[in-house]
């Protein structure tokens, strides 16, 4: 079955950058639309973002808008999610998902990777 593997977290300080990674593998990732959610300690899950099978983006969490950028490389079978002007409030765990169209919230999503810690502190 499909699988996913996020990498690329870490600490950094605010205002800070840093390129998330999902790589799948199983199937041809051409297939799928990927998104990456975020979830911190105690709170709810967040769509951050999704990129369609065409390689456009569809949706973007207003609070990361101008500062997050996702990209897919089919060939490679790999997501990105570059990362700038990172702030405390961004810390959270990373995990990318992959459906056959994008969408906005965890369900509906059946493929998920482990994810990945980011921690924005100085």
């Known amino acids: 079955q499909l699988q996913l593997v996020e990498s690329g977290g870490g600490l950094v300080q605010p205002g800070g950058s840093l390129i998330l990674t999902c790589e799948v593998s199983g199937f041809e990732m051409d297939y799928y639309a990927i998104a990456w959610f975020r979830q911190a300690p105690g709170k709810g899950t967040e769509g951050v973002s999704c990129?369609?099978?065409?390689?456009?983006?569809?949706y973007y969490l207003d609070s990361v808008k101008g500062r997050f950028t996702i990209s897919r490389d089919n060939a490679k079978n790999t997501v990105y999610l570059q990362m700038t002007s990172l702030k405390p409030e961004d810390t959270a765990v990373y995990s990318c998902?992959?459906?056959?169209?994008?969408?906005?919230?965890?369900?509906?999503?059946?493929?998920w990777g482990q994810g990945t810690q980011v921690t924005v502190s100085s």
């Open positions: 998902a992959a459906d056959s169209r994008c969408r906005a919230e965890p369900i509906g999503y059946d493929y």
């Open positions: 990129i369609r099978v065409s390689g456009d983006g569809i």
